[in-house]
């Protein structure tokens, strides 16, 4: 087996997901009218990954890629592949399925070669055929459609094709779901109408801390239907418009005792330093350096954000008998049906979860929420569906959100302008609430049942696995003595969980601010500077291509323009990422051009990726120029987008992206990798282009004035 085939199978280790899901048959089946049909468990959220899965398996078969239909994931359907997030679906789902059609290639194969007694080695596939050495077809996938033959587990020692024969895989393949959402197909979970269907509204209480004590009997109209349990609300009725009025008829006449719980927004960064939370040295470092010479303390901060998906989150739910059904839009779908087992007291046996598309979203938004609303409300009238739809309100003010984060920062030179130290403590909540993780529920609704039960405080997953609060706050540059502290704030006013992200963008935007500030105390160029201390050649070579795309060496300085750099490799272990940004300063910062530079391994869609790398790019600057979550004492208060701006399509900046070819390296997912970069090298444009630098994000003139 060649040094490629091992990188590929790891003698006595199946690769990604398949590790936990090892039968072939719970991947792929073949059938006699031509098609082979891919069950993955990874979901699409308008990140293109299931066109990327495609491309895999047709390229492993030797098949055309429109024979290869993605199965949507569905309990018990699929494999449990978990959540669809972290950047993780090529590396954990395409390895899997790229060893498990080559499991399957090999084993056809084999049967074609006995039964047609054509020596193996002679034998070749093209578009499902096995043909013979004179051009004779003695079998196909179509022929051997016998699920018995994939009716085990999946073989270790399987050679994948070395990336030299790859075909489909590296190809930008046209997005195998935009068909339908272009030509308005009913794709979505918001689409789906079944026989009988009843529609739904919440009515939710006006404090995040709130019991209902009573309400007016006769305020609904007499065809709504009311679905109550302990202080849970909801109104069904035959069509949304009169679901909505029935919703706000009885919101209007609704009794509650509330009670304040929140922060002061203004004074946010000063509760979470001084909020009680557990600490812990994540990484300490002491080597020989140099004595130090100058020093810089800087602190950082971050607010509440939310996701903001422009669709609103929406389920369908139905009760038979015992049996639930819920169609959804949730990232994980087995983790979906743990929760609503346990919120409803029920075995998960009893719950069927299909997935659907829904507006796109990274991160824990209120897709699992809204899937126990409509399993609450669809209880009252069993055997009928029920469609639940948030609105813009529920969205944007109950959804979960990212953790506001503090980041204190003290470095040191020593006499050569070089990093002797780094101290670095971040304050932040954790960073994932998400459900199925935990012995407790963490969706929305069970806060408010009856017995209301107290979601658990979200955690942060371990650095090993990417981090949450700590994620990207060790600084990728070499630096001899080192000490990265975080404290995890032990109360939850607002329910935070993963966003695109997680910690990486006030991580790096306080590192790469850091890093510029050093440089300039060290009298050196940014760029100079951080290539003498970055080690990771990878990492080198997106820098120097970010500046060299922009024009960074020589570049000519323009009145109320500044261009800022920045560099991180996604979670240490991911992606790599350089951006280069060029910002306005007018009323207020408009960010103009992104130049990216991209290495993500193997590519398997090049427009995929970079539509990737862009979309996170341009999230990020919508997240540094804009968002903030608004709250009082009591609820949300940016439930729209007057409150809670995000940047719209007018406000894009024109983005360039290149991506490094490295086809011989594993692939490394794409969909955070430029949202933190982006952040911080608008920060430093903004430094470039006014002398302010940014301490608090978004970078209002509000903010920057308080700088």
Not at 201 to 223: F, G, I, N, Q, S
Request: aromatic fraction near 6%; hydrophobic fraction near 45%.
């Amino acid at each position: 087996m060649s040094d490629l085939d091992r990188r590929a199978a790891p003698p006595g280790k199946l690769p990604g997901s398949l590790m936990a899901n090892p039968r072939l048959d719970r991947w792929l089946a073949f059938d006699a009218a031509g098609h082979v049909t891919v069950t993955p468990g990874k979901v699409e959220l308008g990140q293109g990954i299931l066109t990327a899965l495609a491309q895999i398996v047709a390229d492993e078969l030797d098949v055309a890629l429109p024979r290869v239909r993605l199965q949507a994931a569905s309990t018990p359907g699929s494999p449990n592949e978990g959540v669809t997030s972290g950047s993780l679906s090529v590396q954990d789902s395409g390895m899997a399925l790229r060893h498990a059609a080559a499991a399957a290639r090999a084993i056809h194969l084999e049967v074609a070669a006995q039964r047609s007694g054509v020596p193996l080695d002679a034998l070749r596939v093209e578009d499902g055929a096995f043909l013979a050495p004179d051009g004779r077809a003695v079998a196909s996938y179509w022929s051997q459609a016998d699920a018995a033959l994939l009716d085990c587990d999946a073989p270790v020692d399987v050679r994948a094709k070395p990336p030299a024969a790859r075909r489909v895989a590296g190809t930008s393949t046209a997005r195998l779901d935009l068909p339908d959402k272009v030509f308005g197909a009913a794709r979505f979970v918001h689409d789906l109408r079944l026989a009988g269907m009843l529609h739904a509204r919440v009515v939710r209480p006006p404090a995040r801390r709130a019991r209902l004590v009573a309400w007016r009997k006769d305020a609904l109209p007499a065809d709504a239907i009311l679905a109550r349990d302990g202080s849970f609300l909801a109104v069904l009725a035959d069509t949304e418009h009169a679901a909505e009025h029935a919703a706000e008829r009885l919101a209007a006449l609704c009794t509650w005792e509330a009670t304040d719980t929140l922060p002061p927004q203004h004074a946010l960064a000063d509760w979470l330093r001084h909020a009680p939370g557990e600490h812990a040295v994540i990484l300490e470092r002491d080597d020989p350096a140099a004595a130090p010479a100058q020093t810089l303390r800087a602190t950082f901060f971050r607010p509440y954000v939310t996701h903001a998906s422009t669709g609103t989150c929406c389920a369908v739910a139905r009760w038979q008998g015992a049996t639930l059904e819920v169609w959804t839009h949730s990232q994980g779908v087995y983790n979906l049906r743990a929760d609503l087992a346990k919120a409803l007291t029920m075995p998960e046996d009893d719950i069927l979860v299909r997935h659907m598309e829904g507006a796109g979203c990274y991160g824990h938004n209120g897709a699992d929420d809204v899937a126990l609303d409509a399993a609450l409300a669809a209880r009252a009238v069993p055997g009928r569906p029920v469609r639940l739809l948030w609105s813009r309100a529920e969205e944007l003010g109950w959804g979960p959100v990212s953790s506001a984060m503090v980041v204190e920062v003290e470095a040191t030179l020593d006499s050569a302008g070089t990093i002797a130290s780094w101290r670095e403590e971040v304050t932040s909540h954790g960073h994932s609430s998400r459900p199925g993780r935990g012995a407790l529920p963490t969706l929305l609704a069970v806060e408010y049942m009856d017995p209301p039960r107290e979601i658990p405080n979200a955690l942060n997953p371990p650095l090993a696995s990417g981090g949450g609060a700590q994620r990207n706050a060790v600084p990728a540059y070499r630096i001899p003595k080192l000490t990265i502290g975080v404290k995890r704030v032990a109360s939850m006013p607002l329910r935070v969980s993963a966003l695109r992200g997680l910690g990486a963008p006030a991580n790096v935007f306080a590192i790469e601010s850091v890093m510029n500030e050093l440089a300039q105390m060290a009298g050196e160029d940014a760029l100079d500077f951080r290539l003498r201390h970055l080690d990771d050649a990878r990492g080198r070579e997106v820098l120097a291509l970010a500046a060299d795309m922009a024009g960074w060496r020589g570049r000519t300085r323009r009145e109320s323009f500044g261009m800022g750099l920045a560099y991180a490799r996604y979670k240490h272990t991911g992606a790599f990422c350089a951006v280069a940004a060029e910002i306005e300063a007018l009323d207020r910062v408009v960010c103009r051009r992104l130049w990216i530079a991209a290495d993500v391994g193997e590519v398997i869609n090049p427009d995929g990726v970079a539509n990737q790398y862009e979309g996170g790019a341009i999230h990020g600057v919508s997240m540094a120029l804009k968002e903030a979550v608004g709250f009082d004492a009591r609820t949300v208060t940016s439930t729209d987008w007057d409150t809670y701006p995000i940047l719209r399509f007018s406000e894009v900046p024109s983005v360039e992206t290149r991506l490094i070819p490295r086809p011989e390296e594993k692939p490394l997912g794409a969909g955070e990798a430029s949202l933190a970069p982006t952040i911080a090298a608008i920060a430093n444009a903004i430094h470039d282009a006014l002398g302010i630098r940014p301490r608090a994000m978004p970078f209002t003139p509000g903010n920057l004035v308080a700088t």
